[in-house]
């Protein structure tokens, strides 16, 4: 079984700051990680993953994550806010093996952005 | 279509109705997911299609939900007599096989009065 928790449900930066959200994971097997965004009244677009390799993964618009096993975090961070970023942020985690690969997520995170 | 679309985006109904929504995939994908989004729950899983094999139901949270996908291609998830608890936002996703990327559609906002 496998389990996500964000730690923070809001988080509040001014525009030009660093985001920083956090994701903690529990899982049996090596984890495939995501990191998903969505805007009001749409469905989740996905930022960036972890499968393997290289543990410090890019996505878009800027965002990036790095995945610590030993500290079990896949933490999200993007170096200065905009505006644009106000949006949720979800965390997922999907176990590596055979199976439905469906995805467990973390409650999320609402991020606003102080002009 | 370019995405995963989903009819209705809204949809209000009464206690004890029943109701179908609908997931129309990305062209080829033989993955298909429902998810449920609400308040005091956050994101769930209820239940998984992969191309011609017995779907994984694991997550429907009672005997009132269900969900058919006919042809490989399109999805409907129905819930009977819907109960206040099932309002949520019902959300489809695809991907080209298990272990891709998953896409998700924009979601049919329920309403149970």
């Known amino acids: 079984a496998q389990s996500v928790t964000q730690l923070g449900s809001h988080v509040s930066v001014s525009e030009g700051a660093l985001v920083l959200l956090r994701c903690n994971y529990s899982?049996?097997?090596?984890?495939?990680l995501f990191w998903y965004v969505q805007y009001p009244n749409q469905g989740l677009q996905l930022l960036l993953k972890y499968t393997t390799g290289a543990t410090l993964v890019k996505g878009i618009n800027g965002f990036e994550a790095e995945f610590k096993k030993s500290e079990t975090s896949f933490h999200l961070t993007k170096p200065s806010a905009h505006m644009s970023d106000a949006a949720e942020y979800f965390c997922?985690?999907?176990?590596?093996?055979?199976?439905?690969?469906?995805?467990?997520f973390g409650k999320g995170t609402k991020l606003s952005v102080i002009p | 279509g370019a995405g995963v679309s989903q009819s209705p985006s809204n949809k209000v109904t009464e206690k004890g109705k029943d109701v179908e929504l609908r997931c129309d995939p990305i062209?080829?994908?033989?993955?298909l997911y429902w998810y449920r989004q609400s308040l005091g729950q956050g994101l769930e899983f209820l239940i998984y299609f992969q191309g011609n094999s017995a779907p994984d139901k694991s997550g429907l949270p009672s005997d009132r939900f269900s969900a058919e996908r006919t042809g490989g291609s399109v999805s409907t998830l129905t819930i009977q007599r819907t109960q206040q608890e099932d309002s949520a936002v019902y959300l489809c996703?695809?991907?080209?096989?298990?272990?891709?990327?998953?896409?998700f559609g924009p979601g049919t906002r329920l309403t149970v009065l």
């Open positions: 996703a695809t991907a080209g096989t298990a272990i891709n990327e998953q896409f």
């Open positions: 997922a985690v999907r176990l590596s093996g055979a199976g439905s690969y469906q995805l467990t």
């Open positions: 062209s080829g994908h033989t993955a």
């Open positions: 899982s049996s097997v090596p984890p495939y």
